[in-house]
């Protein structure tokens, strides 16, 4: 299979997946929010900054340097494994001891026991990390799908069980466990991988020499993107970081299913063809066009039409979270081409780049939160959009320096899909009906072919690039 038909391939095995798992989490999101309190969201929103900052120290890039890496061996596999778990059991300890200290940071003693459960899934999640990455590495996104898929179902099956049977917030918490810990026994009967009694310090340096900058980074990315959680916790109570939570993982579930897809997929091949300059530059700017043209008008269109679809999903007790979720998802829509642009430097070894990039972000981020906070927590949500669009802008910049696509080139490039989604999001403010559910209905049918119809009109590329692939790829599924 060529490297064209194995992109498309994977992108359709992960899109189909994520599509999938959405749908699936969807249901539970909507099952949960019926039965728990936006406080029990809450507790489990404050716990975030501390989980994800934890999982980036224990990966510390590895997965990406051992993807980035040509002749990579199962010393360096076995190397990586060995690393992982180390740091995922020394990372749980220090979170069990501090667990009282962070139930005390939010004023939630609660939190003490739930962090301590919570905080499992570190190690866990560390023994998938090497075979999870063989089978990237392999581009084996259809066995990633499946395992993904049913360690899901699982999962979900089991919370909902839960959640009607009055268990609280410890649905959430064992929805999690159970997820990672499906997901690592399927790994070890279907890819069948051992580490070797063997570690290499030569392999270590070697990867960590490239991991480290990624490290660094994506601890300043997390950071950042979850400072808000942070912050918000402490300042504004449980309840207003549930509606936050639940706001995020609203928006999410449509804006990751393409992130996840882009990272996952675009990064390793991206990497096998980091020297080819020429073919690296088409598809950096062919995704950049295609990714616009899928997210901008899902993120608008659900900020258009979040009143009911809170009413209709989630009852009234989450109306207060609609603004939130208005201005998360319109923050949204820059962060799976943001993917894109710091998936090119990565995979051309440039992490030093993505470093910079990063850190240059975090003053941007902490200057608007500090300026928000006192304003309550629809402001510091708006505040998202500035951020996320400053960030679209320094994200651009080294990408446009190297591959002479900058922000100017992008911006003429998106004014095709720009145009489309203005028209549709203004003919879906002219909607009004009172039904929540006719309402929705009736937005998304003439929303559409709105879309695609303006699309068609002014001959966007990217809906040229999107009917060629389907034409031409029907049976990639097969």
């Known amino acids: 299979m060529s490297l064209k038909n194995k992109a498309i391939s994977g992108m359709l095995w992960t899109f189909g997946e994520k599509v999938f798992s959405q749908v699936v989490s969807f249901a539970v999101i909507i099952v949960l929010a019926r039965e728990l309190s936006p406080s029990d969201f809450g507790l489990i929103g404050m716990l975030t900054i501390f989980l994800v900052i934890a999982e980036s120290l224990i990966n510390s890039g590895f997965s990406q340097a051992l993807i980035q890496k040509h002749d990579r061996t199962e010393v360096d596999y076995s ?17 069990f001891i501090s667990a009282p200290l962070i139930a005390d940071f939010y004023s939630a003693p609660e939190l003490v026991d739930i962090s301590r459960v919570v905080f499992l899934s570190l190690v866990i999640n560390a023994l998938c990390l090497v075979p999870d990455t063989r089978l990237s590495i392999q581009l084996d996104f259809k066995t990633k799908s499946k395992i993904n898929v049913i360690s899901l179902v699982i999962s979900s099956s089991v919370s909902i069980y839960l959640a009607l049977n009055g268990f609280g917030v410890w649905t959430i918490v064992y929805q999690n466990i159970l997820r990672i810990l499906v997901k690592l026994l399927l790994l070890i009967v279907i890819c069948k991988w051992k580490p070797l009694f063997s570690f290499s310090i030569e392999s270590f340096k070697q990867l960590f020499g490239f991991g480290s900058k990624l490290l660094f980074a994506g601890l300043v990315a997390t950071f950042v993107n979850n400072l808000y959680s942070l912050l918000i916790g402490r300042y504004f109570g449980m309840k207003d970081v549930g509606y936050y939570t639940q706001g995020e993982r609203i928006t999410n579930v449509f804006s990751s299913t393409i992130s996840v897809v882009l990272q996952g997929v675009t990064y390793p091949i991206m990497t096998s063809v980091q020297h080819d300059t020429k073919r690296l530059v088409s598809i950096y700017n062919r995704l950049v066009g295609m990714t616009a043209f899928c997210v901008f008008p899902v993120m608008v269109g659900l900020a258009m039409i979040a009143e009911p679809f809170v009413l209709l999903f989630f009852t009234e007790k989450w109306l207060p979270s609609v603004p939130i979720i208005q201005s998360l998802c319109l923050a949204a829509a820059f962060v799976p081409i943001n993917v894109i642009h710091l998936n090119i430097l990565n995979a051309t070894g440039r ?16 200057i608007i939160l500090v300026f928000t906070i006192p304003y309550g927590i629809e402001m510091v949500a708006q505040g998202q959009i500035l951020s996320r669009a400053l960030g679209f802008i320094l994200n651009s910049y080294y990408p446009g320096k190297l591959y002479q696509y900058g922000l100017i080139a992008q911006l003429k490039d998106l004014i095709p899909v720009i145009i489309p989604t203005i028209i549709m999001a203004l003919t879906i403010w002219c909607i009004n009906v009172n039904e929540p559910i006719y309402n929705l209905i009736f937005s998304i049918v003439v929303a559409v072919p709105v879309y695609i119809l303006s699309s068609y009109v002014i001959k966007s590329p990217p809906l040229a690039e999107v009917i060629t692939i389907l034409r031409n790829n029907k049976s990639k599924f097969s």
């Open 351 to 366: 992490s030093d780049l993505f470093l910079k990039v990063d850190l240059s972000k975090l003053p941007v981020n902490l």
């Open 79 to 95: 190397t990586v494994f060995y690393i992982n778990m180390v740091f995922s059991v020394i990372l749980y300890f220090i979170l």
